[in-house]
């Protein structure tokens, strides 16, 4: 083997194909697509994933059961009494305090205190939820405990009437 023959056969620049420029473009009279048939058309797309040639598929053949909340529920973040004693006396333990002592990671929609553990600093939390025993250990130890209010539910104008439900 020789320098002549290191770089043998290899192209430094490739040609993209050119579809569609007539008989002696290499691609033929079709360009590919062959006489006719559902992908000869321009525009044409291959069925999807879950197309299964024309026989019902699987996702409509399965009875659909079941209920979800999942739309609207929220995720709330778990907090024992216990872990709150790590803070100093006087603070106010919220959302944005859980998170830069990395007791809560991750985005939650709210805040529920739950009563394990014990605490002896004087702490203001604030919440969105707090279980019977957290509020009775939090207050034991002389702090307070602030419920953060749910949002507040629209007004429905009384003044404009509902259409009328149709007759049958």
């Known amino acids: 083997m020789d320098l002549t023959e290191v770089s043998k056969g290899i192209k430094k620049r490739k040609l993209k194909r050119r579809v569609g420029r007539g008989i002696g473009s290499g691609q033929g009279k079709t360009a590919g697509l062959g ?50 004693a790590g803070f100093a006396a006087g603070t106010t333990v919220d959302m944005a305090a859980l998170k830069q002592k990395r007791l809560v990671v991750g985005t939650f929609d709210g805040v529920r205190i739950l009563g394990d553990g014990a605490l002896a600093t004087t702490l203001t939390v604030r919440a969105d939820h707090f279980s019977k025993s957290a509020r009775e250990k939090i207050e034991k130890a002389g702090g307070t405990c602030d419920l953060i209010p749910p949002p507040k539910k629209p007004v429905r ?3 404009k009437p509902r259409p009328p439900k149709p007759a049958k």
């Open 35 to 84: 006489m006719k048939g559902q992908y000869a058309s321009a525009g044409a797309r291959l069925p999807g994933g879950l197309f299964e040639g024309g026989q019902m598929p699987l996702y409509r053949r399965f009875p659909k059961r079941g209920f979800s909340h999942a739309t609207w529920d929220k995720d709330y973040a778990v907090v024992n009494v216990g872990d709150l």
């Open 157 to 159: 104008n009384k003044m």
